[in-house]
């Protein structure tokens, strides 16, 4: 049971927008601590997607971005294409853990 | 180019010990946050251990006073020795920096990874 909760699995056709949630609690994302979005291309190694809650790295193209609010936080992507096919996975900071915390990830499937 | 690059994986049977190899090129060790994050086989992401600038450390509940993370100056290389490994010890393990600017930092460069195994 991961502390950030996500979907296991989203799907949508080419050219759709879908939305990825991440939950946690008062102790990591509700406490004020920043949202990080990796993607998982299959059989590599983990990339950063989204860091600060909604900032793109150079390179990653707009048709990806992250909000937050509350207790939760959100990738969407839209304009979805075949090459998004990928696990996504959120990441914050826990105070009660005292240390860094993954959701469970979330499979992308482009129909 | 910043690369990292993981070695020192392997089979190991349960109650053994690992040293994993993080050696990076393109930023220096010890100037950076680094950290250890594995993936069990068909599972997510689980962080694992962060070394600071300072030398501080901090551990994930699953693997405290099991396994220690350390770095080399001069070899400009991040380990983690684990000890008293388990079978749910099994994963890939890998390294990353951790850029600053962000609370809490962001894991922005990635190596490939090096596969532990841990059975009898």
């Known amino acids: 049971q991961s502390v950030l909760t996500q979907p296991p699995s989203v799907s949508g056709a080419p050219g759709q927008r879908v939305t990825i949630s991440c939950t946690g609690s008062?102790?990591?994302?509700?406490?004020?601590?920043?949202v990080h979005w990796y993607q998982q291309l299959p059989g590599t190694a983990p990339k950063l997607l989204i860091y600060?809650?909604?900032n793109r790295p150079s390179g990653v193209p707009d048709r990806f971005s992250g909000s937050k609010s509350g207790t939760s936080a959100s990738l969407a992507i839209t304009g979805l294409q075949a090459e998004d096919e990928a696990d996504y996975y959120c990441?914050?900071?826990?105070?009660?853990?005292?240390?860094?915390?993954f959701g469970g990830g979330t499979k992308v499937t482009v129909l | 180019e910043v690369q990292l690059v993981e070695s020192g994986g392997g089979l190991v049977q349960p109650g053994g010990s690992l040293r994993l190899s993080c050696v990076a090129s393109?930023?220096?060790?010890?100037?950076?946050?680094m950290s250890w994050v594995r993936q069990a086989p068909g599972k997510g992401l689980e962080w694992v251990s962060v070394?600071?600038?300072?030398?501080?450390?901090l551990y994930a509940d699953s693997v405290k006073g099991r396994f220690t993370i350390s770095r080399d100056s001069s070899r400009n290389t991040l380990y983690l020795q684990m000890n008293s490994l388990r079978p749910e010890d099994t994963a890939v393990y890998y390294c990353?920096?951790?850029?600053?600017?962000?609370?809490?930092?962001?894991?922005?460069?990635w190596g490939e990874g090096t596969t532990v195994s841990v059975s009898s």
């Open positions: 070394i600071y600038r300072d030398g501080r450390t």
């Open positions: 990441q914050s900071y826990d105070s009660s853990l005292r240390g860094w915390v």
């Open positions: 990353t920096r951790d850029a600053t600017g962000t609370n809490p930092n962001h894991m922005d460069v």
């Open positions: 393109g930023i220096t060790v010890s100037s950076n946050y």
């Open positions: 600060g809650n909604n």
């Open positions: 008062s102790s990591n994302i509700g406490a004020g601590y920043v």
